[in-house]
């Protein structure tokens, strides 16, 4: 979550509470996400699609190919 401050004279003024993004996180408890330490970037744990295995060609004797 995260809420807006407006700054009204010497006041701090929080807004009302809103996502700050949505992700598919896998559910490790409280700390789903952390900031990175330079406070640029968050860190998480996300659950991700399942994609068929790329398919994997092994060529034997290739050196046979590079003499003709």
Do not use: C, Y
């Not at 700390?31 to 970037?41: A, C, I, M």
């Not at 659950?47 to 295995?53: P, T």
């Amino acid at each position: 979550m995260a809420v807006d401050v407006k700054v009204i004279g010497a006041r701090l003024v929080p807004g009302v509470p809103h996502k700050l993004f949505e992700a598919p996180f896998i559910n490790m408890g409280r700390n789903q996400f952390v900031p990175s330490r330079d406070g640029e970037k968050f860190l998480a744990v996300l659950r991700v699609e399942q994609v068929s295995s790329p398919s994997v060609t092994v060529e034997l004797n290739w050196m046979s190919r590079l003499r003709r």
